[in-house]
C-alpha cells in the first residue's frame, strides 16, 4: 500500500509559480509510475506530467508542455510538481497518483493507477 499526500496549492496571479509536492508512505515509489492529474468542476481528470515505471521517462500533457516540470528526490519518496507562467485554466485540484501496473502506452490514463491522494487545490487568477 501507498499513501500519497499533496501539499503547495494556493491561489496565484496569472503569470506565477507554485511548487506541488506530493510525499510518499508505506513504501518507497520504486517501480511504480507516478504523476500528477488535475480536476476542474465540471471537467474530466486531466494528465498532466509524470515518471515512467523505471523513472527514466517523463511525459507531459500538451497544456502543459514547456511550463510545468514533473521532478522527485533520489529517496523516491516525494514527488514535486514545478508549475510556472500559470493560466486561469491551469485552476483546479491536482492529484497525485501512482500505479505499479500502469505502461508506458497508458501512463496517461488515470483508470491505470491504483493509489491517489485527496488532492491540493490551485486557483490562478488575477
Known amino acids: 500500500q501507498v499513501q500519497l499526500v499533496e501539499s503547495g496549492g494556493d491561489m496565484v496571479q496569472p503569470g506565477n509559480s507554485l511548487r506541488l509536492s506530493c510525499a510518499a508512505s508505506g513504501r518507497t515509489l520504486n517501480g511504480y509510475a507516478t504523476a500528477w492529474f488535475r480536476q476542474a468542476p465540471g471537467k474530466e481528470r486531466e494528465f498532466v506530467a509524470g515518471?515512467?515505471?523505471?523513472?527514466?521517462?517523463?511525459y507531459y500533457g500538451d497544456s502543459v508542455k514547456g511550463r510545468f516540470t514533473i521532478s522527485r528526490d533520489n529517496g523516491k519518496t516525494m514527488v514535486y510538481l514545478q508549475m510556472n507562467s500559470l493560466k486561469p485554466e491551469d485552476t483546479a485540484v491536482y492529484y497525485c497518483?501512482?500505479?505499479?501496473?500502469?505502461?508506458?502506452?497508458?501512463?496517461?490514463?488515470?483508470?491505470?493507477?491504483?493509489?491517489w491522494g485527496q488532492g491540493t487545490q490551485v486557483t490562478v487568477s488575477s
Open positions: 515518471y515512467s515505471r523505471n523513472g527514466g521517462y517523463t
Open positions: 497518483a501512482a500505479g505499479r501496473g500502469v505502461i508506458t502506452s497508458s501512463i496517461m490514463n488515470h483508470r491505470q493507477y491504483d493509489f
